[in-house]
């Protein structure tokens, strides 16, 4: 059974940082993208960023380029995001994912896994 948990999440200032973390288990992942969502209240699930199925690839969503890094361990089953410089309207919970290389990394119909979400709020 496949089982993604996200870890990392709290509270922050504006242009602080944090790291999350999704553990992977259940099977190995060597040939699946990863991707990192965020849903804030009232809001759709939009994307974050991704990485292709070797680390060889990243994409991340325009308000969050140059600020936020994503990264894998392919090893451990990790995946995580380095987000730096946070803003107020990073606010949101944060899912993991993880779908079949290739896929269209900005839509959340191509992942078939979710994790449960963490919360990240940033204060002014």
């Known amino acids: 059974q496949v089982q993604l948990v996200e870890s990392g999440g709290g509270l922050v200032q504006a242009g602080g940082s944090l790291r999350l973390s999704c553990a992977a288990s259940?099977?190995?992942?060597?040939?699946?993208?990863m991707g990192w969502f965020r849903q804030a209240p009232g809001k759709e699930r939009e994307f974050v960023a991704a990485?292709?199925?070797?680390?060889?690839?990243?994409y991340y969503a325009d308000s969050v380029k140059g600020r936020f890094t994503i990264s894998r361990d392919s090893a451990k089953n990790r995946l995580y995001l380095q987000m730096n410089s946070l803003k107020p309207e990073d606010t949101a919970v944060y899912y993991c994912?993880?779908?079949?290389?290739?896929?269209?990394?900005?839509?959340?119909?191509?992942?078939?896994?979710w994790g449960q979400g963490t919360q990240v709020i940033v204060s002014s």
């Open positions: 259940g099977r190995t992942f060597t040939t699946d993208a």
């Open positions: 994912s993880v779908g079949p290389d290739p896929i269209d990394y900005e839509l959340p119909a191509g992942y078939d896994y």
């Open positions: 990485i292709s199925w070797n680390g060889g690839s990243t």
